[in-house]
């Protein structure tokens, strides 16, 4: 289910709220600052894949020895 839907879904928020809860925001961080704190969430969740998917392939390496040393 979609991020958006769920919101809407459970907290039974329309439109009016979405834009006032948009209004609220550039008025705290300003045009200027949108941009930059949109550029730190990504490149924050660029690191969290880049640090899940390094897990993951730990993980397949740590199952290929286990694999093999049984052999």
């Known amino acids: 289910m979609n991020f958006i839907n769920f919101i809407l879904l459970i ?3 329309g439109p ?3 834009i006032i809860i948009l ?3 550039v008025l ?3 045009g200027r600052k949108i941009p930059e ?3 730190g969430l990504g490149k924050g969740m660029k690191e969290f ?5 390094a897990t993951e392939e730990n993980d397949e390496t740590k199952e290929e020895d286990t694999k093999k ?3």
């Not at 894949?49 to 998917?53: I, S, Y």
């Open 11 to 13: 907290g039974g928020i």
């Open 37 to 39: 704190l949109m550029r």
């Open 49 to 53: 894949k880049d640090a899940q998917k």
């Open 23 to 25: 209004l609220i925001v």
């Open 28 to 30: 705290l961080f300003g």
């Open 69 to 71: 040393s049984s052999e």
């Open 16 to 18: 009016t709220e979405i």
